[in-house]
C-alpha cells in the first residue's frame, strides 16, 4: 500500500474531559492548536443536555483522537459561556487553531454531528491531505487505474476509517475488476448508519446490475439484432440494461439517450427511469454521468 503521511489517530482514552473557566485556556484555546477540541457547555438541569451529551461523546470517540471534546456545565463555570454569548443550552462550539469556528445549538441527531466534526475536520491540515488524496484517487480511478486508486483508498480509510468517499471509491475498484462479494464487504465498513448515504448506494446499485451480466456471446448477439432492427426501443432498452450490467456505463447511456431522442416518455418514462439508475450505479464522478446528464439535460429543455 502506498506510503501516506495522513496523521496518526489518537486512541479512544482522553478524548473527552470536563473543564472549568479556569482551564479554558489550556484544554481549548492551546490545545486546539494541535487538534480540534469541541466544547459542550451544558447543566444538569437542561433535558436537551442529557440527550445530546451521550451521542456526542460517541462521536468523538470514535474519531480516535483526531478531535477533542471539553464539557463545560454553565451552573459551574458562567464564565467563558457568558464570553462567547451562549444564551441558550446545549450549545456547542468548535476551536480550531486557538479560536472558534463554527457552533450550533440544540440536541442535533449523529448523522448531523458527524457532518458537523467532519467540516471542522476538513479545516484542518490533516482533513486537506484527506481531501486531496481522495481526488488524487478518483482521478487514478477515472483514468482506468483501479490498483494505484485502490492503495489510496486504503491509506485514507486507515487514517480515517468512517470516510465514505475513500470507502465506496474502494469499493467501485473492486467492482472494477468484478469483484462484486469484496466490493459488498468493503462497503459494509461504513456502518448501518452510513448505508443510506449516496455514495454508498450507488455502489449497491451497480453491484445489483453486475449480477445479472450476460456472456459476452450473449452480449454480442444482443448487439447484432439491435444494429439489424435500429427503431426497436424494447430491443435497444433491453441491449442497455445488459451493457449497464457488464459496466459499459457509456455505451449505455448512449443507447438509452438514443431512446430519450425519438421518444422522452417512451414506456412511461422507462428510459429516463434506467438512465438516471445509470447515473447512481456510475457515481457523479463517472464521465458516463457527466456527459449523460449533460445530454439529457439538452433533451429536456430544447
Known amino acids: 500500500m502506498e506510503n501516506i503521511s495522513l496523521g496518526t489517530p489518537g486512541g479512544a482514552g482522553g478524548n473527552v474531559k470536563d473543564g472549568t473557566d479556569q482551564t479554558f485556556m489550556a484544554d481549548v484555546v492551546e490545545a486546539s492548536k494541535e487538534t480540534p477540541v469541541l466544547v459542550d457547555f451544558w447543566a444538569p438541569w437542561c433535558g436537551p443536555c442529557k440527550s445530546l451529551g451521550p451521542v456526542l461523546e460517541k462521536v468523538v470517540n470514535d474519531q480516535q483522537g483526531k478531535v477533542k471534546l471539553v464539557k463545560v456545565n454553565i451552573d459551574e463555570n458562567p464564565g467563558i459561556a457568558g464570553q462567547l454569548g451562549v444564551r441558550s443550552i ?37 482533513g486537506q491531505q484527506i481531501k486531496e488524496a481522495v481526488a488524487k484517487a478518483d482521478e487514478l480511478l477515472q483514468a482506468g487505474d483501479a490498483s494505484q486508486a485502490a492503495q489510496i483508498y486504503g491509506a485514507i480509510i486507515e487514517a480515517d476509517p468512517e470516510n465514505i468517499a475513500a470507502i465506496s471509491g474502494l469499493a467501485r475498484c473492486y467492482l472494477a475488476n468484478g469483484d ?36 459476452s456471446d450473449e452480449l454480442d448477439a444482443l448487439i447484432d439484432r439491435v444494429t439489424e432492427d435500429r427503431g426497436n426501443h424494447a430491443l435497444r432498452f433491453e441491449l442497455a440494461e ?19 431522442g425519438t421518444d422522452l416518455d417512451w414506456e412511461d418514462g422507462k428510459a429516463k427511469a434506467k438512465l438516471l439508475e445509470l447515473f447512481e450505479a456510475a457515481g457523479p464522478k463517472d464521465p458516463a454521468t457527466i456527459e449523460g446528464r449533460r445530454r439529457l439535460s439538452s433533451l429536456m429543455f430544447a
Open 90 to 126: 446545549p450549545a456547542v462550539f468548535a476551536f480550531d487553531k486557538g479560536r472558534p469556528v463554527d457552533a450550533f445549538q440544540g440536541a442535533l441527531p449523529e448523522g448531523q454531528l458527524r457532518e458537523f466534526i467532519s467540516k471542522i475536520m476538513g479545516g484542518t491540515d490533516q
Open 180 to 215: 462484486t462479494e469484496r466490493a459488498a464487504q468493503i462497503l459494509d465498513m461504513a456502518g448501518p448508519e452510513k448505508q443510506s448515504d449516496p455514495a454508498i448506494k450507488g455502489v449497491r446499485t451497480a453491484i445489483d446490475l453486475m449480477a445479472d451480466a450476460p456472456q
Open 242 to 260: 445488459a451493457l449497464m450490467a457488464r459496466g459499459k456505463n457509456k455505451e449505455a447511456a448512449d443507447h438509452l439517450l438514443k431512446i430519450l
